[in-house]
């Protein structure tokens, strides 16, 4: 391949240089190909380099290697090789200059090591070297990591004394030290002083304080920073992660118009796919306000996010429409969890439960929905059913509890074992133990297995009767299941015998000591406590709250006495400023 070059007719061989003697100054067009020449002939153009120059470069280079955080080892490693190019050029007998501490400077914040970086800071005036912009935000940084605000705030100060602007590296460590220590009104205070220098925060400054509200749980100024970098054109939409922390801290805080704010620009607007935690805690503020579609959102949220439907999804949308005193639809998420797969339980109609507590009027009006869903033929939930009946219960109104149990049929409802436990929750302040028994009868005929609850009522149910024989009978019928009777059975019926003075006492508390149990004081006296005891304690107890109340009054008495002395002092200093008047205008 022919190549065309230049060169110096001094630099050609001999023959040539007497063919072109007129012009040995000139230039001339050679063929390579033809021309045989050395490479030593040809003109270098490389630019002069300094030794001092390429350690820089070596230095910069290898200062800004990037190492993990958490590698100390890596960390360690990479300021050693910057501080072996310094060793060597000290043996060259090279001076560094600012360049070459900049960079040292920078290998040592990077590691976090905050004395080194003062010492070399120091031994940098020592030798006359005057600080730039690049070499504070190298302490600035370091100060950031270790979260030392008053040493970066005395740099800020050395930098203004020596008119040296800060820039917004300079304004992003200070930040960053800041919001390590969680000193939020510090870095709101620097970011105003950062805009009032002219200098325009940009997206990571903005994400890096509202991240720091998330851990304080400033809800409102994580808000207000989301709008203001909004409203700066800065291109939030890029980075939807500031949306979700924002979404976070206002849920955290049941923050409703913040929770819709960022959930339509994060989770519609821009489909990120939050956490299931997150998930819950906006399920729990659409709860509260009500927001059925918000709260229906997030469900269809989580099954598209790949979590498997869960009872406790649902709950927060019936509480959502018990809050718009919807118990129509109420009622119809129960249905709603069974076609999901999902199988309601009594504890994920808790919120029915407590909206129809001891509320006759509105256990009624719950009852006419039910009908109302059957005359429509929507189907009737038993869990729903339930839920009446033992708000019935809770009632204590044994007639409507019947009743409404007694509908079952009619509402196309078979009854399960919690069915049968309302009603027989309702039959123990009452009393009926005959209404109980007709309970258990019919459980068996349906061929419904009692339950842990099913015995504990009926032990509780015995223990109202004189004769309570039967207790100790569903007692070993628990255990025959290999079903542990729980503490509060055992209680129940430790205070029946201690009552009725029966020695089997002091077998079922022993009992209850080989189950694990823990027998209270109270408990294992109750044998020998009689009733003029019990009226002797309550007695106590009045006399404990009449002395308690006297000292209240003491110290009222106290504080009142104190009030006046002070109301006394008060016109005396008032006499006085009048006396100070009086002589003035004289």
């Known amino acids: ?19 072109i003697k007129t012009t040995p100054k000139k230039y001339v067009r050679c063929n390579s190909t033809s021309v045989k020449t050395r490479r030593s002939d040809f003109v270098r153009n490389n630019h002069p380099t300094t030794p001092l120059s390429a350690y820089n470069k ?48 920078v290998a040592y914040a990077r590691s976090r090591d905050f004395n080194s ?14 600080p730039t912009v690049d070499t504070y935000n190298a302490v600035l940084e370091v100060c950031g990591y270790v979260g030392d605000i008053a040493h970066a705030t005395e740099m800020k100060s050395h930098m203004k004394e020596k008119d040296i602007a800060l820039n917004s590296r300079s304004y992003k460590f200070l930040l960053n030290g800041m919001c390590n220590t969680d000193s939020i009104e510090f870095a709101l205070d620097t970011l105003d002083e950062m805009k009032q220098s002219n200098i325009a925060p940009n997206l990571d400054t903005y994400n890096t304080i509202i991240s720091t509200c998330l851990r304080l749980l400033e809800a409102d100024t994580a808000f207000n920073l989301l709008k203001e970098a909004e409203n700066s054109d800065l291109a939030v939409d890029s980075d939807p992660r500031i949306y979700m922390n924002v979404l976070r801290v206002g849920a955290i805080k049941d923050d409703t118009k913040i929770v819709e704010y960022c959930w339509n620009k994060a989770v519609i607007g821009k489909a990120i796919r939050p956490d299931e935690g997150t998930c819950l805690n906006v399920l ?29 999804y649902f709950t927060p949308l019936m509480e959502a429409f018990i809050v718009k005193d919807d118990l129509k639809n109420a009622f119809h998420v129960l249905d709603i969890m069974r076609v999901s797969g999902i199988t309601p339980t009594a504890r994920c109609a808790l919120p029915l439960r407590q909206k129809l507590h001891k509320n006759v009027d509105a256990i009624d009006r719950a009852y006419y929905i039910l009908e109302e869903m059957k005359s429509e033929n929507k189907p009737v939930d038993i869990t729903a059913f339930n839920t009446v009946l033992v708000a ?12 409404t149990y007694r509908e079952a049929k009619n509402l196309g409802v078979t009854p399960n074992v919690d069915t049968y436990n309302s009603v027989l929750a309702v039959c123990i302040p009452t009393r009926m133990k005959e209404m109980g028994d007709v309970v258990i009868n019919e459980m068996k005929k349906a061929d419904i297995s009692p339950n842990l609850d099913t015995y504990s009522k009926m032990i509780a149910l015995a223990c109202t009767q004189k004769d309570y024989e039967e207790a100790f009978t569903y007692l070993e019928e628990m255990k025959s299941y290999d079903i542990v009777p729980p503490s509060k059975c055992y209680a129940t019926l430790a205070l029946k015998l201690a009552y009725q003075k029966d020695p089997r006492f002091y077998m079922v508390l022993e009992e209850m000591e080989t189950y694990g149990y823990t027998v209270s004081d109270r408990l294992k006296t109750a044998f020998t406590r009689t009733e003029d005891d019990n009226i002797n304690d309550r007695t106590a107890h009045r006399g404990d709250r009449s002395d308690y109340r006297a000292g209240r009054y003491e110290n009222r008495g106290e504080r009142s006495d104190n009030r006046a002395e002070r109301y006394e002092n008060r016109g005396e200093r008032s006499d006085d400023r009048a006396e100070r008047y009086e002589n003035r205008s004289r």
Do not use: W
């Open 284 to 312: 729990r503020v659409a709860a509260k306000a009500g927001n059925t579609s918000l709260a229906t959102d997030v469900i269809r949220q989580l099954s598209t996010s790949g979590y498997p439907y869960k009872e406790h």
């Open 392 to 403: 019935c219960a809770d009632a204590a109104d044994l007639e409507r509890t019947i009743a």
């Open 117 to 130: 970086v003062i010492s070399t800071l120091n031994e940098m005036e020592e030798n006359g070297i005057q």
């Open 58 to 105: 070596r230095l910069a280079n290898q200062a800004i290697v990037r190492v993990d955080r958490k590698d100390v080892t890596k960390k360690g490693e990479n300021v050693q090789k910057v501080l072996a190019i310094m060793s060597e050029m000290k043996e060259r007998n090279i001076k560094p200059d600012i360049i070459s501490y900049n960079s040292l400077l």
């Open 1 to 19: 391949m022919n190549r065309l070059i230049f060169s110096r007719v001094a630099s050609f061989s001999v023959p040539i240089q007497q063919a």
